[in-house]
């Protein structure tokens, strides 16, 4: 953060607080590990389930690469750039993304030696009414080496009652197309596509 030194109270979405000085974050991160599906090969569901595919499909679990076959170690390499600034209401953010899977340990062949996806997100927020009303759009794109290209475009407005970050009201409207996120919990399921409508609140303390 080499401007103002800072980014809004806990570095949240939106210039809620409205900065008079240009406020800038830069970030970088990267991870490596050697992955393990954390189950036996007689259990066709594997215990990691973070890690998927670009169509949703949990990379450990059976038959995700190949019909009958299954990974059951693979080198797990990710990293990411940011970039944001702040300024009287607007703020505006963008990401780039990498994953890269390599040295597989499988039980049959498998199509492929390695995986490589990449993408970004972009997000623009401005404060209608400060501290209290404001709008956002974002989207996502996620280039991955079987060309289904998920994507998603986000429309949304926050509204805080009390005009604090601690307490907000939420609706947002998000288009998604091939969702690669998959869960029981959030909006997503993979595969799908179209629009999901949702209204919220969070409470931070």
């Known amino acids: 953060m080499p401007t103002t030194g800072e980014f809004g109270e806990r570095g949240g979405n939106g210039d809620f607080e409205k900065h008079k000085n240009l406020a800038t974050r830069f970030g970088v991160s990267y991870v490596h590990s050697r992955d393990d599906r954390l189950a036996p090969l007689s259990d066709a569901a594997a215990k990691n389930t ?51 899977f390599s040295k597989f340990v499988t039980d049959g062949p498998v199509p492929v030696s390695s995986l490589f996806d990449h993408g970004g997100q972009i997000s623009l927020s401005q404060m209608l009414i400060d501290k209290t009303l404001n709008v956002y759009v974002s989207s996502t794109y996620l280039f991955d080496q079987f ?16 005009k604090s970050r601690s307490w907000r009201l939420n609706a947002q409207m998000i288009y998604v197309d091939r969702s690669s996120a998959d869960s029981y919990f959030g909006y997503y399921l993979k595969g799908l596509k179209g629009p999901i409508l949702s209204i919220g609140t969070d409470i931070l303390l």
């Open 50 to 100: 973070q890690v998927k595919l670009s169509d949703g499909l949990n990379f450990y679990d059976r038959g995700s690469l190949a019909d009958g076959v299954t990974v059951q170690k693979a080198n797990f390499d990710e990293g990411s750039v940011d970039v944001g600034f702040k300024i009287k209401g607007f703020h505006f953010q963008l990401d780039y993304f990498f994953r890269y």
């Open 147 to 162: 060309q289904r290209n998920p994507w998603e475009v986000v429309v949304g407005l926050n509204y805080y009652p009390i």
